[in-house]
C-alpha cells in the first residue's frame, strides 16, 4: 500500500504487514455526515454517564448502512480481484481481527460471507473503522483483514494490514478557519452584567464579543439556560484531525476530543455536562466527536487538568515532523485514561511541565506559540512576573506610583503601582521561578534558546485559601492565535506611563518584533475575573492542509520530556 490514494497492483507488496512507510488507512468513521443524530434539551442536565454514552454512540459507525456520498468518501476501499477459476461452490468470507473495531461494506452493505458469483466477478469493498487508538496497550491502531475462500475442501487465505488514523493536534500557527465562543441564553441578563450573578462575573458580555468581533470573525455557539454550561469554549473540547490518503490529497475528519471532566453531582459521578454541547452544536458532516470519561469523579482540584487548556501543541521543528504535545501535571494531575488517549495516538510524543502550582492549571497560563524569524519559524511567548515588576516601577520612577491597575474598568479592586510593589510580591516571585522551571523542561525538549522567547509581562498573586497562584493582570499569552501573525489578546488594563498602558506597550513591542499583530480584547469581567482569558473562552478550527501527513514514514517518537 504506497498511500498514492489509488488501488493498483504496487498495493499488493508488503500488504500484509504494516510500517510508518508503507501500509493502508482508515478512518475512525465517528462524524454523523446525514445529521441524524439528536440531543433532548433533557439530556444536558440529567445526572450520571448514561446520557453521555448515549450521546458518544451515535456515530455514522454505529448503524448498518452507508449513509450518503460523503460518507461513503470517509470509507477506506479494498477490492477482491476476480477469481474466475473457482467453482459456483466456492464460498468466501472476509474477517478483521481484533474484531469491532472495524467492519466491510459490499455493494452498501455490511458483508461478512461472500458468493461464488461475487468471488468470481470481484468485489470492491469499503471498510469503516468504529473507534479510535484509546490505549496502545491495549490496541495499536491496527487490524488484519483475512479473505479466506473455500473451494473443493480446500482453503486459502490473503490478508491485508492497516492502520486507523491517529489523532493529530492542530497548533497556534495554522489560521483559524472558525473560531468559536459562547453567547447567552435568552433571558440570562446576567451573562451581560445586567443583573450581576456573582460580583458581575461573568458579566459584559457584549464588550468580550464587540472587542473579539473586531478581531476576527466568530461563531457564537448559544447558551443554556444555565450559563456555566457553555462560557469555557476552550476548556470543552481540544481539535484534533484524522486523516487518510485519498485521490486528490489527504481526506480529513475533524475530530473534537471532549475534555475528561467527571464531576461529583450529589454523589453521583457526573460528566461535565458543558461536553454534551459539542454533540449538539458541533458534530455533524467530517466532525466527530470523542470521549474518555473515567467512571468517578477525579480527587479535589486535579479535575481542573483534564480541560482543553491543559492541551497544547508544539509546531513541527527537526526530529519531530508532527509537532509535540504539551500539557501541564505534577502534584494534581489529569486523568490516566484521558490522557492515555490524548498522548497515545503515536505521531506527537508528549511534553510534561509542572502547572500543578496555578489554580486552574493548565499549560496555556503560561506559554504560546508564535511565529519568529528563527531557522524553525517559531518560538514561545511566556509569561514573565519578573518584568511585570521592573515595568511597574518604571512607572513608579516616573511619578506614577498612585496609577492605578484595572483603572478604566470595573473592578471593586484597583490597586495603585505603589499599592502592588509595596506587598513585596511573593506569590509574582514564586510564579516566575516556577516558570523557569517550565521552561528548562521546553528549552530542553526544543532547542529553542532563552534569547528566542517573547517575554510578556503578567502580575501573578497567592489564592486565598490554597498554597496556588493565579494571574492578577490578564494574562498575556493567554490569548487566541487568530492567523500566525494575528493575536487576540486580553486587554491588560495596566498603569500609564506618559498616557500608554505599559503593560499593553511591552506586549505589542515584544509581539511585533516578530511581526505579529495584536488586537486587544476586553474579558476583565466575562472571563479574567473567573479565572480564565480569551484563550479559555474561546476556541478555534484551524485549516491543517499543508500539514506533513502523519503516514509519511517519519513518525514520532513515544517517549515524553519531563
Not at 450521546?55 to 460523503?70: E, F, S, V
Not at 493536534?169 to 446576567?190: F, H, I, S
Not at 472587542?211 to 469554549?233: E, I, M, N, Q, S
Not at 499549560?363 to 519559524?377: I, L, M, P, Q, S
Amino acid at each position: 500500500m504506497n498511500r498514492d490514494g489509488l488501488l493498483t497492483r504496487a498495493d499488493d507488496a508488503g500488504k500484509s504487514a504494516w510500517t510508518d512507510s508503507r501500509g493502508a488507512v482508515f478512518l475512525p468513521n465517528l462524524d454523523d455526515d446525514e445529521r441524524r443524530c439528536t440531543v433532548d434539551p433533557a439530556d444536558l442536565d440529567a445526572p450520571g454517564r448514561a446520557v453521555d454514552d448515549k450521546l458518544a454512540a451515535c456515530t455514522d459507525a454505529a448503524d448498518d448502512r452507508i449513509n450518503g456520498p460523503r460518507d461513503a468518501a470517509d470509507l477506506a476501499p479494498l477490492t477482491i480481484d476476480a477469481q474466475r477459476n473457482l467453482s459456483r461452490d466456492a464460498t468466501g468470507a472476509v474477517t478483521i481481527t481484533p474484531a469491532g473495531k472495524a467492519r466491510v461494506f459490499a455493494n452498501g452493505r455490511p458483508v461478512g460471507a461472500l458468493t461464488a458469483t461475487e468471488l468470481r466477478q470481484g468485489v470492491r469493498l469499503q471498510l469503516e473503522g468504529r473507534d479510535i487508538v484509546r490505549d496502545p496497550k491495549q490496541w495499536n491502531g491496527q487490524i488484519t483483514v483475512t479473505l479466506s475462500v473455500t473451494d473443493h475442501g480446500r482453503t486459502s487465505t490473503d490478508q491485508v494490514r492497516m492502520r486507523v488514523a491517529p489523532l493529530m493536534l492542530q497548533n497556534d500557527l495554522q489560521r483559524a478557519q472558525t473560531v468559536l465562543a459562547g453567547r447567552p441564553a435568552e433571558g440570562d441578563g446576567w451573562w451581560g452584567g445586567d443583573a450581576p450573578y456573582q460580583d458581575g462575573v461573568p458579566g459584559e458580555w457584549e464588550q468580550f464579543a464587540s472587542t473579539l468581533r473586531k478581531a476576527t470573525d466568530v461563531r457564537f455557539v448559544r447558551g443554556t439556560p444555565d450559563g456555566w454550561k457553555d462560557l469555557w469554549l476552550q476548556d470543552t473540547f481540544e481539535p484534533a484531525t484524522a486523516s487518510m490518503p485519498a485521490v486528490g490529497g489527504p481526506h480529513t475528519m475533524r475530530i473534537l476530543i471532549r475534555s475528561g471532566n467527571v464531576w461529583d453531582f450529589g454523589g453521583t459521578a457526573t460528566p461535565r455536562p458543558a461536553g454534551r454541547l459539542l454533540y449538539r452544536d458541533l458534530r455533524g458532516p467530517d466532525i466527530g466527536i470523542v470521549q474518555e470519561l473515567a467512571a468517578n469523579a477525579s480527587p479535589g482540584l486535579d479535575d481542573l487538568l483534564n480541560m482543553g487548556g491543559n492541551l497544547e501543541s508544539l509546531p513541527p521543528y527537526a526530529g519531530y515532523p508532527h509537532g509535540r504535545i504539551v500539557y501541564g501535571s505534577g502534584e494534581r494531575r489529569p486523568d490516566a485514561g484521558f490522557i492515555t488517549m490524548v498522548t497515545g495516538q503515536g505521531y506527537q510524543p508528549p511534553v510534561v511541565i509542572d502547572t500543578s502550582w496555578l489554580m486552574v492549571g493548565h499549560a496555556d497560563e503560561t506559554t504560546h506559540v508564535v511565529r519568529a524569524n528563527n531557522a524553525r519559524g517559531w518560538t514561545l511567548a511566556v509569561a514573565d512576573p519578573r518584568l511585570a515588576v521592573r515595568l511597574l516601577r518604571d512607572v513608579q520612577r516616573h511619578g506614577g506610583g498612585g496609577q492605578r491597575l484595572f483603572a478604566d474598568t470595573n473592578a471593586k479592586h484597583k490597586p495603585t503601582v505603589d499599592d502592588v510593589l509595596r506587598t513585596g510580591l511573593p506569590g509574582n516571585e514564586a510564579a516566575a521561578r516556577h516558570i523557569d522551571d517550565q521552561l528548562k523542561i521546553l528549552l530542553a525538549a526544543t532547542g529553542l534558546r532563552a534569547d528566542e522567547l517573547v517575554r510578556l509581562p503578567v502580575f501573578f498573586e497567592k489564592v486565598p485559601g490554597y498554597r496556588l497562584l493565579k494571574a492578577m493582570t490578564p494574562g498575556l499569552v493567554n490569548g487566541l492565535s487568530i492567523t500566525d501573525r494575528e493575536f487576540a489578546a486580553p486587554a491588560p488594563h495596566g498603569p500609564r506611563l506618559q498616557g500608554r498602558d505599559v503593560l499593553r506597550q511591552s506586549a505589542e513591542r515584544a509581539l511585533g518584533r516578530n511581526g505579529v499583530r495584536v488586537h486587544w480584547v476586553e474579558d476583565f469581567f466575562w472571563a479574567h475575573l473567573g479565572g480564565g482569558e480569551v484563550h479559555c473562552a474561546t476556541n478555534a478550527l484551524r485549516d491543517t492542509r499543508g500539514a506533513t501527513p502523519w503516514w509519511s514514514g517519519s513518525g514520532g517518537s513515544g517517549n515524553s520530556t519531563r
